[in-house]
């Protein structure tokens, strides 16, 4: 059994020069969508309210529609982009 704090474990996974930036580690499900369980999880919100993330991505590229397009290059990318975000069932999947 291991003994190791939450502390070790973050020292040993984040470089000493960058350890003060960091204010807390999240330990979220792996699956594909852990980037947008971590936002949603440091917001205070439950790890399955991550559509939730995707779906504000989604309104914020669309409501800024022109300056996303000049950002990524094209409105073609940006509706590429905004397809990726879109959450088909409430699962996920």
Do not use: F
Request: aromatic share 8%; hydrophobic share 35%.
């Amino acid at each position: 059994m291991c003994n190791a704090t939450k502390e070790d474990t973050h020292a040993r996974i984040v470089p000493s020069n960058l350890s003060a930036y960091i204010e807390d580690v999240m330990d979220v499900v792996v699956d594909g969508h852990y980037g947008y369980r971590c936002i949603i999880a440091l917001l205070g919100m439950g790890e399955e309210s991550w559509p939730l993330i995707r779906h504000d991505l989604y309104k914020e590229l669309s409501q800024w529609r022109d300056e996303y397009a000049t950002l990524v290059g094209s409105h073609d990318r940006l509706e590429e982009l905004k397809k990726s975000l879109l959450v088909h069932s409430p699962s996920g999947v």
